[in-house]
């Protein structure tokens, strides 16, 4: 999550205790960020102990804190993208003002699971928030190399919704435009696609030797963190 914090923060704040949450693997700012959460039980779950909020099953990648409706992060890229699909369905049958966020990343968002998503989502105005934490990279492939066009959040119009773009690193515009969408899925008018920018500026993984990008890319996002 470094250099991406105004991104989970600005969602946490942004939603209502009780919306539901669907995570990334890089899930853990977005977790901290999230209703009811405990540093402490996070901090046990990595560890594997029995007093994490998995009992130590779930670990860094499949942290989830049920009661609090933070139905987890997922080791698959996309894997929370259809079962949004369902939490937005199931808020709807049961006639609540719930809302459902899932986040995502710029690879992610060339997966079929997103498409058929996004695609379900919109056909039933489900109250979803499509999150895309867009930092510019999936493994070692450039945002610029894998979509042909300049936002993400373009993709909403083949989809009949809202996109919007913002910059991730700003944690007030982030709050805003999360508020502004989960009010639009709260008066029922369908799911919302946002797209926050914002850069991963460690590697992939501790093994990766970052070849892809250029150290004078990474200082220029680094003086924009957060």
């Not at 209502?16 to 990334?24: A, P, Q, V």
């Not at 003002?97 to 968002?109: E, H, I, L, R, S």
């Not at 989960?182 to 369908?190: F, L, P, V």
Request: one cysteine or more; a neutral charge.
């Amino acid at each position: 999550s470094i250099g991406q914090e105004a991104t989970a923060v600005g969602m946490g704040t942004a939603m209502r205790e009780g919306d539901y949450l669907l995570n990334t693997h890089r899930g853990h700012g977005h977790c901290l960020a999230w209703f009811g959460s405990d540093v402490r039980l996070m901090m046990a779950e990595f560890m594997g102990r029995e007093t994490g909020y998995c009992r130590g099953r779930g670990g860094s990648m499949h942290i989830a804190n049920v009661d609090a409706n933070n139905l987890g992060a997922n080791g698959i890229v996309g894997g929370g993208l259809p079962m949004a699909a369902g939490v937005g369905l199931s808020i709807k049958m049961r006639k609540t003002d719930q809302v459902g966020v899932v986040v995502f990343g710029d690879g992610a968002n060339n997966e079929g699971a997103f498409h058929e998503s996004v695609n379900l989502a919109s056909i039933w105005k489900l109250p979803v928030i499509y999150l895309c934490e867009n930092n510019q990279y999936a493994m070692s492939m450039a945002i610029r190399k894998s979509s042909n066009i300049a936002d993400i959040s373009q993709r909403a119009s083949a989809y009949g919704i809202r996109g919007v773009t913002g910059d991730g690193n700003d944690l007030a515009a982030v709050h805003d435009v999360m508020a502004e969408a989960a009010a639009q899925c709260r008066a029922g008018e369908g799911p919302v696609l946002v797209e926050a920018k914002t850069y991963r500026w460690r590697g992939h993984s501790k093994s990766d030797r970052q070849l892809y990008r250029t150290r004078e890319e990474v200082l220029d996002w680094q003086k924009r963190d957060p």
